[in-house]
Nanobody, 119 residues
Framework: QVQLVESGGGLVQPGGSLRPPCAAPESIFSTYVIGWYRQAPGKQRELVATITGGGTTNYAEPVKGRFTVTRDNAKNTVDLKMNSLKPEDTAVYFC?????????????WGQGTQVTVSS
């Protein structure tokens, strides 16, 4: 069973920063697309950012210019650096690992970490 572990959430004031990491097993870290998603109360889960094993990144429009996703290959972690946080960024943030093979797709999720932006 693949286990993804998020941490580093918390309460932060508007304009503040957080940098939660996602720890992934070495067996999938380099070959899966690792992503961050979020789910606010009463809303569907949505993409925040993804990064491939080669370092190619993709961001959702609401976070472009404020969030940065990076890989630490020594630690097998993917960090989500969040700057200029807004109240609308409040959500549970989930780590995801995804890879498609010719015979099927593999999709793993972490348990989530709460981020609350409030004064």
């Amino acid at each position: 069973q693949v286990q993804l572990v998020e941490s580093g959430g918390g309460l932060v004031q508007p304009g503040g920063s957080l940098r939660p990491p996602c720890a992934a097993p070495e067996s999938i870290f380099s070959t899966y697309v690792i992503g961050w998603y979020r789910q606010a109360p009463g809303k569907q889960r949505e993409l925040v950012a993804t990064i491939t094993g080669g370092g190619t990144t993709n961001y959702a429009e609401p976070v472009k210019g404020r969030f940065t996703v990076t890989r630490d290959n020594a630690k097998n972690t993917v960090d989500l650096k969040m700057n200029s946080l807004k109240p609308e960024d409040t959500a549970v943030y989930f780590c995801n690992a995804f890879r498609a093979f010719s015979w099927g797709r593999y999709n793993y999720w972490g348990q989530g970490t709460q981020v609350t932006v409030s004064s």
